[in-house]
């Protein structure tokens, strides 16, 4: 995700580099072949341009409109899922009267554990790992260095088998939690809470997978760019008054405003990919956690930030 500080100047403009080329290819070639060329005698009436640079404005603010409720959604799902992360961890920590422990104590490999406490501490493992595979699931990145810091064996031959591991996940974190009732630890309405946590979480990762695969028509780009292209040629033939220069000069710097708030659209409708511009589910991952872990006492090393000059992924 951009930060405020730091952004540099040039960072959208390198991305339409090709678009900003074509546009001064058709804004010079006309204005040439206005002023000393067999189209010197076309004229067009300002208003023409005018009126399609307005419909071209419109167009826009729907696009960055649409594109920015999709980059907000996934950001609001991306809080929810921080929040219920912390309460199914908290759940079964509180449900199964797990000794509560500062961070920093001994670790809890250190220590003579019950089964309950081990189904416990397995659990909000497998919440913590959910954050993390989920994040970079989405953005089509290796999950498996991220199974293997918390399970081994069976359990992570089980979770390599799935092509979505983080539903493998939950499906893991419900059948401890049914362990835990079976073994009269946790009351059937604690159950129910569990897997109402657990609904909550399917339903963010759903939602997400509808965001990641629903791409944005293409349709509006395709014909946002014929628009602009065809703007950034009928403007020089409106500018009858001004020199070759001016014409082109100006037909130029309007058509490339066009293009930058169009690829500011862009690169928000896609807020899952691995790009600077998506919002920061790996930092979000790593903070939960850190904040999850630390309710069992355990401090968490993060050995894999993603952190980037002017962005954090």
């Given at each position: 995700?951009?930060?405020?500080?730091?952004?540099p100047p040039?960072?959208?403009?390198r991305?339409?580099?090709v678009?900003m080329?074509?546009?001064?290819?058709?804004s010079v070639?006309?204005?040439?072949?206005?002023?000393?060329?067999?189209a010197?005698?076309?004229?067009v009436p300002?208003?023409?341009?005018?009126?399609l640079?307005?419909?071209i404005?419109?167009?826009?603010a729907?696009r960055?409109?649409q594109a920015?409720?999709r980059?907000?959604?996934?950001?609001k799902?991306?809080?929810?899922i921080?929040?219920?992360?912390?309460?199914?961890a908290?759940?079964?920590?509180?449900f199964?009267?797990?000794?509560?422990?500062k961070?920093?104590?001994?670790?809890?490999a250190?220590?003579?554990?019950d089964?309950s406490e081990?189904?416990?501490i397995k659990?909000v493992?497998?919440?913590?790992?959910?954050?993390?595979?989920l994040?970079?699931?989405?953005?089509?990145?290796?999950?498996?260095?991220f199974?293997?810091?918390?399970?081994?064996?069976?359990?992570?031959?089980y979770f390599?088998s799935f092509?979505?591991?983080?539903n493998?996940?939950?499906?893991f974190i419900g059948?401890?939690a049914?362990?835990?009732?079976?073994q009269s630890?946790?009351t059937d309405?604690?159950?129910?809470?569990?897997e109402q946590?657990?609904?909550?979480l399917?339903?963010?990762?759903g939602k997400?997978?509808?965001?990641?695969?629903?791409?944005?028509?293409?349709?509006?780009?395709?014909?946002l760019h014929?628009?602009?292209?065809i703007f950034?040629?009928?403007?020089?033939?409106?500018?009858?008054?001004?020199?070759?220069?001016?014409?082109?000069?100006?037909?130029?710097?309007?058509?490339i405003?066009?293009l930058?708030v169009?690829k500011t659209?862009?690169?928000k409708?896609?807020?899952?990919?691995?790009r600077?511009?998506?919002i920061?589910m790996?930092?979000?991952a790593?903070?939960i956690?850190?904040s999850?872990?630390e309710?069992?006492?355990?401090?968490?090393t993060?050995?894999?930030?993603?952190?980037?000059?002017?962005?954090v992924?």
């Amino acid at each position: 995700m951009l930060l405020k500080r730091n952004v540099p100047p040039f960072f959208y403009i390198r991305s339409i580099k090709v678009e900003m080329l074509v546009v001064i290819c058709i804004s010079v070639g006309i204005g040439y072949l206005h002023k000393f060329q067999f189209a010197e005698e076309i004229a067009v009436p300002f208003a023409i341009p005018a009126i399609l640079g307005t419909a071209i404005s419109l167009l826009l603010a729907f696009r960055t409109n649409q594109a920015y409720e999709r980059w907000w959604e996934a950001r609001k799902i991306w809080g929810a899922i921080v929040n219920d992360s912390r309460s199914i961890a908290r759940q079964f920590i509180n449900f199964s009267s797990f000794k509560l422990r500062k961070p920093g104590e001994p670790e809890l490999a250190q220590k003579q554990l019950d089964t309950s406490e081990q189904t416990v501490i397995k659990s909000v493992q497998a919440q913590a790992t959910f954050c993390q595979v989920l994040a970079r699931q989405l953005r089509n990145l290796d999950t498996e260095k991220f199974l293997t810091k918390y399970f081994s064996g069976n359990d992570f031959e089980y979770f390599k088998s799935f092509k979505n591991r983080a539903n493998a996940l939950l499906l893991f974190i419900g059948k401890q939690a049914q362990t835990l009732y079976e073994q009269s630890v946790i009351t059937d309405f604690q159950l129910q809470t569990i897997e109402q946590s657990l609904v909550n979480l399917t339903a963010h990762l759903g939602k997400c997978e509808r965001i990641k695969n629903t791409p944005f028509p293409q349709t509006y780009s395709v014909c946002l760019h014929a628009y602009i292209y065809i703007f950034s040629a009928l403007l020089p033939l409106a500018l009858l008054d001004y020199s070759i220069l001016e014409e082109s000069l100006l037909s130029s710097i309007l058509s490339i405003i066009f293009l930058l708030v169009e690829k500011t659209a862009v690169l928000k409708e896609d807020p899952f990919e691995n790009r600077p511009t998506d919002i920061s589910m790996n930092q979000m991952a790593n903070n939960i956690e850190r904040s999850i872990m630390e309710m069992l006492g355990e401090n968490v090393t993060i050995a894999y930030e993603d952190v980037g000059r002017y962005y954090v992924l």
